[in-house]
């Protein structure tokens, strides 16, 4: 089975994205932007550009929007602990977005069943969520799972998700067997 994944694996068509860095959560193929979050935050805290300091997350006025952000920073800055204290004070825990960075942070921390759990509920709450289903398709690559996450890269196409970041990014990871880290 494994080598007819690999085969199927190596005969998809090469994609050509030169020098493109990659970055998930707005679908942009750019990473997060550095900000004071992690230059001076610690834990559950967030840069609050209005009060100039940072804030903790669960305490503040801060919207979901600008949470989400540092969530993604955070991750992106391997503080995965701290991105996870972050989307515990996101107002709403069942948001797929919120769900799927859950999935994010619980795989990388070495928890695929927890993960996976995460992203099948953001799936569930929207079956176009196309992140979750190339995170949780990475998860797969990282297990050896080479079926299942081909098997997502395929939804993820028929989607409308072709050449998006959640698409190519799972692409690559089947190819290589190196996964995003962020």
């Known amino acids: 089975m494994r080598a007819i994944v690999l085969a199927t694996v190596m005969s998809l068509p090469a994609m050509s994205l ?14 997060p932007t550095t900000t004071q979050t992690t230059k001076e935050c610690t834990g ?14 669960k305490d503040s ?7 989400y952000d540092a969530v993604r920073e955070l991750a992106y800055a391997g503080r995965l602990k701290d991105a996870q204290m972050v989307l515990a004070a996101m107002p709403d ?3 797929g977005r919120v769900l799927t960075y859950w999935g994010f942070t619980a795989r990388k921390l070495g928890q695929p069943d927890e993960a996976n759990a995460y992203y099948q509920r953001a799936i569930a709450t929207d079956p176009d969520n196309l992140l979750a289903r190339s995170y949780m398709g990475q998860g797969f690559v990282e297990e050896g799972k080479l079926g299942l996450a081909l ?11 072709t050449g998006s970041w959640p698409e190519v990014s799972l692409y690559k990871a089947l190819q290589s067997g190196q996964t995003s880290s962020y």
């Open 93 to 95: 825990q069942s948001e």
């Open 44 to 57: 559950a805290q967030v840069w609050d550009e209005k009060k100039g300091k940072c804030v903790d997350a």
């Open 18 to 31: 030169s020098g493109a860095a990659f970055a998930a959560g707005d679908n942009t193929f750019t990473a």
């Open 151 to 161: 098997a997502q890269w395929k939804e993820i196409r028929a989607r409308g998700g």
């Open 61 to 67: 006025a801060l919207d979901a929007d600008t949470l």
